[in-house]
DNA sequence: ATGGTAGCGCTGCTA
């Protein structure tokens, strides 16, 4: 099984890259992030006719989650299983059993700045993701847990932590989230391939930081240790960041043997 | 040197 995730930035725009990488690199399973759009505007049929069926969870101009799969897409559940404070307005979270296999698309909040109240939020949303999680699977299941995070989990992540986007995406209190679903039992996909491996997901459109390796990596695939110890392959496919109209990431994606 | 670009949508917000 071959799954993948992808911060777009705009489906809209990105929608013929995004044909492209599938054809390209066949992922079973495909979550994106970012798609800027509401449920009416998803364009279905180009992804019908690659094979995939596909769900959505999106409002309109910001946020917007999706997850195609071409091995089965049932019991889809958008926002959290709980009362939560922001995401069923904000369309950040999306999850859906594929083949066997608990998948969820997430995007996290930014949080802007460290001590502002998006900041604040963002901490509060990793909380309800890891109750969300733990309230629907458990440890032993096969879950995969993936998306634009919005932390580079520790200092090997960031091409520089003094001078990393504000403090945000590198500071304690939002790797501590991380690191509690990691302690629940998820498993960081791409670093169990790559344990020394400075690779990034994310680079800032402004002042060539892509060609200048100035990045983070803020995409991750966490899995649960059933599927952690079947992980084969992990590549961050830094090609789909280059060209025409990129995306400001690029997608990860994990192969298991299954 | 503390900048810069991109997307949405039409003014400034979000990242």
Redesign the pocket.
């Known amino acids: 099984m071959r799954i993948a995730t992808w911060n777009v ?6 929608l013929p890259r995004v044909e492209e990488w599938l054809a390209y690199a066949s992922p079973d399973v495909l979550c994106l992030q ?1 798609t ?2 509401s449920d009416a505007a998803f364009p279905t049929m180009p992804f019908q006719a690659l094979g995939y069926e596909v769900a959505h969870h999106g409002s ?4 917007g989650v999706a997850i195609a799969s071409r091995i089965g897409l049932d019991d889809v559940v958008a926002g959290f299983s709980h009362a939560a404070e922001h995401d069923t307005v904000e369309s950040r979270l999306l999850s859906a059993t594929c083949g066997g296999t608990r998948v969820v698309s997430v995007y996290v ?4 700045a460290v001590g502002s109240e ?1 900041y604040a939020a963002k901490l509060a949303w990793l909380g309800d993701l890891r109750h969300h999680i733990a309230a629907t699977c458990g440890p032993g299941d096969r879950v995969v847990v993936c998306g634009d995070f ?1 932390v580079a989990p520790d200092d090997r992540d960031v091409w520089d932590p003094a ?1 990393a986007h504000g403090g945000t995406h590198v500071s304690d209190a939002e790797r501590a989230e991380v690191q509690a679903l990691l302690d629940w039992g998820l498993v960081d996909a791409f670093r169990l391939q790559h344990p020394e491996g400075r690779l990034f997901s994310w680079w ?4 060539g ?1 892509f060609h200048n390796h100035r990045g983070m990596r803020i995409d991750l695939v966490l899995v649960t240790r059933p599927l952690a110890e079947r992980v084969s392959f992990a590549l961050i496919d830094r090609n789909a960041r280059k060209g025409k ?4 990431h690029a997608p990860l994606l994990v192969d298991f043997e299954l």
């Open positions: 930035n705009s489906l809209k725009v990105r970012e800027k759009m309109g101009r910001w946020n909040p930014n949080g802007r998006h919005n001078r800032d459109y402004r002042a930081d109209l990129p995306s400001d």
